[in-house]
């Protein structure tokens, strides 16, 4: 049986208020000026003293042991989820927010354990030993050896591997960036679950300026069912 509750949450996560507290944590993260730093165990937390003069939209960069920067959902127990709150339900409204948080199959924190889900909050209940099937561990779809590239999550370019550049949405909410993905036959993207990542995040894709940049060296040719000239640069780009 679930306990419906009424209670509207407005505005953003303040994770320098959330460090240390048995959350989930961010670990490193950007405040909008400084980059900062979290240590759950103490609940110590320090940040570069930058002063800016615009204050940017803070991202998480690095998330607690198996929870991710997840993008709010907008129905969910306040605060983060957990076993003894399991049947709390709130509607929780944050706008454009996100959070570290456990996956949609297993949405609930146990602290020192990580996320579980529905079977492992029962035995504990019951005094039974808990499943290592039910406590979550992630594991990356096998990707498709036949396409170009594999499906990669990034927070910038540096994060991707050379010939690719990190394509991040303006919107989180508006475009869904998928925890899990892979590339179907036809090499189209196919999301795993229905997780998005939180703001800030988004995934490898060709990047065509290396072309442009890079230069180009013309090469011809010949044989039947040939073209003519092309240029190497085309071919290294042509996913």
């Keep these: 049986t679930s306990i419906y509750c ?16 048995n959350e989930p944590d961010c670990l490193s993260y950007h405040d909008g000026c400084n980059d900062c730093n979290c240590n759950p165990d103490s ?6 003293k930058k002063a800016c003069f615009t ?3 803070p991202y998480c960069r690095q998330c607690d042991d198996d929870t991710y920067w997840l993008a709010f959902s907008t129905f969910q127990p306040p605060g983060y989820p957990t076993c003894s709150s399991r049947y709390l339900k709130s509607a929780v409204l944050l706008e454009d927010n996100s959070k570290c948080a456990c996956p949609e199959t297993f949405p609930y924190y146990v602290p020192d354990i990580g996320c579980v889900n529905n079977d492992y909050c029962d035995a504990l209940e019951i005094g039974y030993v808990p499943k290592k099937r039910d406590l979550f561990r ?20 540096n994060d991707c591997d050379k ?3 990190c394509d991040i949405p303006k ?3 508006k475009t869904c960036i998928p925890l899990t993905a892979k590339f179907n036959n036809k090499c189209n993207l196919v999301p795993v679950g229905n997780d998005c990542m939180g703001s800030g995040y988004g995934y490898c894709v060709p990047d065509d300026s290396q072309c442009e940049t890079g230069g180009c060296s013309s090469q011809l040719c010949g044989g039947p ?5 092309i240029t190497t640069c085309e071919f290294k ?3």
Excluded at 6 to 20: E, F, K, P, R
Excluded at 138 to 157: D, G, I, R, V, W
Excluded at 225 to 229: I, M, P
Aim: proline share 3%; charged share 10%.
């Design 6 to 21: 009424y209670h509207v949450v407005l505005g953003a996560i303040d994770y320098t208020q959330n460090c240390g507290m």
């Design 43 to 48: 609940g110590v937390q320090g940040c570069t």
């Design 55 to 57: 204050q940017g939209t």
């Design 138 to 157: 992630f594991k990356a779809p096998k990707q498709n050896s036949n396409c170009p590239y594999e499906y990669k999550l990034c927070t910038s370019n």
């Design 163 to 165: 010939g690719l550049k």
């Design 171 to 173: 919107s989180n909410y």
């Design 225 to 229: 069912g040939t073209s003519g000239t």
């Design 237 to 239: 780009c042509e996913y």
